[in-house]
């Protein structure tokens, strides 16, 4: 069964970048069948879509975090990741990884999720 | 970009009760609406896709319906596992997700 695990500093600098890795066991990340995503949680609140990839490296972000979200993909690894750039207290939250079968599709599967403060 | 709007926030309810959420998208969205789960400290979990397709493994007390640009999400009976948060999200244009209805013990 496919299992997804976040990675990645739970303590960031504001102005600094985000990064984040997903680590994709059970599983091939190549598979012609899944994209891969990243969503994210501020504490207490709902759910944000940050962006998709397809294992080729095709990229869908969502536009109001564009400018700033970088997704890619290690199939040698078989793992994708997140960078957020220019990060402020606003970009605190859980941040999961997850699969779909299309980018804009319903998501499966979710990792467990790790959170992330932006702070001094 | 499509606004998902879901009513009531919190719902407070008793097991047995029948339960009904609902998601209002600001534009037609077709069918193409997902009901998530989740627990606290756990990640959401897919429920319902397409609308009113019930996922595997999901009981079939959970169901779906509506087209265009309102929804509901109905448990027939309220088991104590279903006590949670539930989100509904677009998958029409990008994803957007609706602000969750929180349902509790009444």
């Known amino acids: 069964q496919l299992q997804l695990q976040e990675s990645g500093p739970g303590l960031v600098k504001p102005s600094e970048t985000l990064s984040l890795t997903c680590t994709v066991s059970?599983?091939?990340?190549?598979?012609?069948?899944?994209?891969w995503g990243w969503i994210r949680q501020p504490p207490g609140k709902g759910l944000e879509w940050i962006g998709s990839?397809?294992?080729?490296?095709?990229?869908y972000y969502n536009p109001s975090l564009k400018s700033r979200v970088t997704i890619s993909v290690d199939t040698s690894k078989n793992q994708f990741s997140l960078k957020l750039s220019s990060v402020t207290a606003a970009d605190t939250a859980v941040y999961y990884c997850?699969?779909?079968?299309?980018?804009?599709?319903?998501?499966?599967?979710w990792g467990q999720g790790t959170l992330v403060t932006v702070s001094s | 970009d499509i606004q998902m709007t879901q009513s009531p926030s919190t719902l407070s309810a008793s097991v047995g009760d029948r339960v009904t959420i609902t998601c209002r998208a600001s534009?037609?969205?077709?069918?193409?609406l997902a009901w998530y789960q989740q627990k606290p400290g756990k990640a959401p979990k897919l429920l319902i896709y397409?609308?009113?397709s019930l996922e595997s493994g999901v009981p079939s007390r959970f169901s779906g319906s509506g087209s265009g640009t309102e929804f509901t999400l109905t448990i027939s009976s309220l088991q104590p596992d279903d006590f949670a948060t539930y989100y509904c999200?677009?998958?029409?244009?990008?994803?957007?997700f609706g602000g969750g209805t929180k349902v509790e013990i009444k």
């Open positions: 534009q037609s969205i077709s069918s193409w």
């Open positions: 999200q677009q998958y029409n244009s990008y994803l957007t």
């Open positions: 397409k609308a009113s």
């Open positions: 990839i397809y294992y080729s490296g095709s990229t």
């Open positions: 059970g599983g091939s990340i190549s598979s012609s069948s899944y994209y």
């Open positions: 997850a699969l779909g079968s299309g980018w804009n599709t319903p998501l499966d599967y």
